[in-house]
């Protein structure tokens, strides 16, 4: 039986989704299907494996009894206002229930909506993938992520600069609703439909604000806490999203949306990889300021919820995105000097965390690397181990002796940072490689391999030995498309 039996979004005000069906695809196959996200959530394969499961994940098949939807929704990207987005290619089937709690299904890639404007609907199959991979690795660093539960290859061509095979993600998340969905009911609905959506958001992930005082400004606290938390780690592991445009920040605080992201090897602050953000407003160092920027717009859309008087609701406003840098500020500092081994939360190794992150940047070293070796030396290696990942070794040497001094001096400090300092993270030379195997050569190999590894990312094994190490020069990726 079908287990995608709920839609929550139904009881939204009418225009924030449209009734909308996928197009059929020629020749389906189911790919990959993620039988340890299933595990997790309780759910049996046998559905997803089944003929009616392939039909309604590649969208030849429609459950009349929960038909799809296409949610709408608007957006800031790169700073301009675009005051309509929405799903143009990609459909809400529902909600499944699962031992986490209900989970939303979405089809990306599956075919045009009301939202499409002038896109084809369509995904290429290496863009699923590369969603796959990713949102996997999210998965494995403990980072809070939408996550893939299948990948269906279409058997469309999708013309992009040239004819690629097409894809379908089904992907999960706890929600789909995007500081985007909240401009698009102020902007376009007004202020019952931004209390409704509210009010649905508060019921559904946040039931024990549901009993504060004013209710409106715990959300706005709180989907700031949360955003705050997941970009300090986000930034820890080297991750850079890419597009941080408004209608790709979830209200839940997952990650969403994994277009051209990457995560870095060499550390650099204003690293940025995306094609399309040439001027880097979405740098690594730049990604907090662009989180509260964001919070900030949906901050203004709750302003009429806040209070009846404006100025009080700015005050308010203005008093819950102020504890949002310090939210982030606190989430960064306390993980890096955990990522250190330093124990005391001084302000002394506040500075000498910032001072890590100077050296690293100025010798151009590989930041999971680096943590990887400290790790190594807190425990029984010896100081070489990271004096020679650097040209410049007094410079290094002078570091690793202040290092020595502030480094909490128990037996198993090397045990803690080991769980917070991951041996490999899902490098874009090794990203590209699977890609490439499995959309030129049809060889699915390497990309399983790739994503078993990642999984398992702070431990040492014997599959992922090949995997963790940086790129040679012939192998760096240094920018990534959307590759939609
Ligand atoms: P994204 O860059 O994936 O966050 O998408 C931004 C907006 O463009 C969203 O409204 C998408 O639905 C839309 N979009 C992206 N690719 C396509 C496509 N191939 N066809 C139609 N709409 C698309
Ligand atoms: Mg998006």
């Known amino acids: 039986m079908n287990p995608i039996s709920l839609n929550s979004y139904r009881s939204l005000p009418e225009s924030m989704f449209t009734p909308d069906i996928p197009v059929a695809t020629r020749d389906p196959q189911l790919l990959i299907l993620n039988d340890g996200l299933l595990k997790e959530y309780g759910v049996a394969d046998t559905w997803f494996r089944s003929g009616e499961g392939l039909g309604i994940l590649s969208g030849n098949a429609i459950n009349n009894e929960n038909p799809p939807i296409a949610m709408a929704y608007a957006g800031h990207q790169f ?25 939303d299904i979405q089809l990306k890639g599956s075919g045009r909506t009301a939202f499409s404007r002038g896109g084809d609907g369509r995904a290429t199959l290496a863009s699923v993938l590369r969603e796959h991979i990713v949102s996997e690795a999210m998965a494995g660093l403990g980072i809070a992520a939408t996550r893939s539960l299948a990948v269906i290859e279409t058997g469309d061509t999708v013309h992009r600069d040239s004819p690629e095979r097409g894809g379908i993600l089904a992907r999960t998340a706890r929600s789909h609703i995007r500081v985007g969905s909240f401009q698009y009911a102020a902007d376009k609905l007004g202020d019952d439909a931004v209390q409704a959506l509210a009010d649905h958001v508060i019921e559904q992930h946040f039931p024990e604000i549901a009993t504060e005082k004013n209710g409106y400004a715990h959300l706005l606290l709180t989907v700031g806490e949360s955003q705050a938390r997941l970009i300090a780690q986000w930034m820890l592991a080297g991750f850079i999203h890419g597009v941080m445009n408004t209608d790709n920040m979830s209200i839940v605080g997952e990650t969403i949306d994994f277009g051209p992201c990457a995560f870095m090897d060499e550390f650099n602050a204003n690293k940025a990889f995306s094609s399309i953000d040439r ?21 203004e859309t709750l302003l009429p919820l806040l209070s ?8 308010i406003a203005e008093t819950q995105l102020a504890t ?30 910032d001072m890590t992150l100077a ?19 807190a425990g029984s290696e ?40 991951p041996v490999i993270i899902a490098r874009n030379h090794r990203v590209e490689e699977a890609l490439r195997a499995a959309t030129v050569s049809n060889d699915l190999k390497p990309l399983m391999r790739l994503t078993i590894a990642l999984r398992d990312p702070f431990h040492y094994t014997a599959g992922n030995a090949d995997l963790r190490t940086p790129p040679l020069p012939e192998e760096r990726v240094r920018a990534t498309f959307c590759g939609t």
Do not use: C
């Open 279 to 299: 001027r880097g407003r979405y740098a690594w160092a730049k990604q907090p300021g662009i989180g509260l920027w964001n919070l900030t717009r949906f901050a």
């Open 79 to 103: 700073g301009q206002r675009v005051p309509l987005l929405g799903d143009g290619r990609a459909h809400m089937l529902g909600q499944m229930p699962t031992a986490n709690g209900a989970v």
């Open 382 to 421: 010896l100081d070489e181990a990271l004096l020679e990942l650097f040209g410049d070794r007094a410079a290094a040497q002078q570091w690793l002796t202040q290092w020595h001094d502030l480094k909490a001096d128990d037996a198993d400090t090397a045990q803690r940072m080991r769980l917070v300092n």
């Open 308 to 315: 009846g008087d404006s100025d009080t609701a700015v005050r």
């Open 324 to 353: 949002f840098m310090p939210a982030f500020q606190a989430a960064f500092y306390g993980s890096l000097r955990e990522k250190l081994g330093l124990t005391d939360q001084s302000e002394l190794n506040k500075e000498f965390a």
């Open 359 to 377: 050296l690293m940047e100025q010798h151009a070293i590989d930041m999971t690397v680096f943590f990887d070796t400290l790790t190594r030396v």
